[in-house]
């Protein structure tokens, strides 16, 4: 599956992914599973706009997990797993979300947390997979220090035998769009982009100024702005 052939700048924008999944699945009431969840963003908005939802977040970044759990919130429950091993019985969940954590996965192990997913979900349950695609002047940068082109396709190559397989998931839906990322400067980026707690990308002063290089011409008098351009596909569980 080709996804370099998308113009960013031609895509819709959606500043709020939440309001895509709202769109597509239904949140109301519904026992939610997120894997890699990451800063768990999404979950806690999730919670507020549809409170009697319950959201079981998973992640694997121990540093991260550590943040999570500072945070309580009403309805959301952290456990440090991953996607391949989800240490939950059969059939507990209705909705199974994996935002930008997919191409995350080992890529030996993409089909097993597919199956994995597909365990834990109830028939006719939705998995919501968002990803990034490998394109655009931002995209640009990161790869300079982190070149994601061979992740990216091994997951949707992975989504794709899932569905080929035919036991256990039918396609749905697919969304493209494009998310506003900015930056203040490129202190700001470097912070949160360089230095992931749940990644070494082996940064030392000559990456760092062939990205400076890179970031510095997107930088204006209100920071740097870019897209980010996603692609989005909904399965659902097969009864």
């Not at 230095?195 to 510095?216: C, L, Q």
Request: glycine fraction near 8%; charged fraction near 20%.
């Amino acid at each position: 599956m080709n996804t370099t052939t998308f113009d960013p700048d031609q895509l819709p924008s959606c500043p709020d992914e939440l309001d895509l999944l709202a769109e597509l699945v239904p949140l109301q009431q519904q026992a939610i599973i997120e894997l890699g969840c990451g800063n768990a963003r999404l979950a806690r908005d999730l919670l507020l706009r549809f409170p009697a939802c319950r959201v079981t977040g998973l992640e694997v970044d121990a540093v991260q997990q550590a943040k999570n759990s500072a945070r309580p919130q009403a309805g959301l429950s952290l456990v440090s797993a991953g996607a391949e091993a989800v240490p939950f019985p059969d059939a507990s969940f209705d909705l199974a979300l994996m935002l930008k954590s997919l191409h995350h996965v080992p890529m030996p192990a993409m089909d097993l947390a597919l199956k994995e997913i597909a365990r834990v979900l109830r028939p006719g349950g939705f998995l919501y997979v968002s990803e990034p695609i490998y394109g655009g002047a931002l995209n640009e940068i990161v790869r300079l220090f982190n070149d994601e082109g061979v992740v990216r396709p091994a997951a949707q190559a992975a989504l794709d035998r899932a569905l080929a397989g035919g036991s256990h998931w039918e396609a749905v839906t697919e969304r493209r769009f494009s998310q506003p990322v900015s930056y203040i400067d490129f202190d700001d980026f470097s912070q949160r982009m360089l230095y992931p707690s749940f990644a070494d990308h082996g940064i030392n002063d000559a990456i760092v100024a062939r990205v400076r290089a890179a970031f510095e011409p997107h930088v204006g008098p209100g920071g740097a702005s870019f897209v980010r351009p996603m692609h989005v596909r909904l399965l659902r569980r097969k009864g």
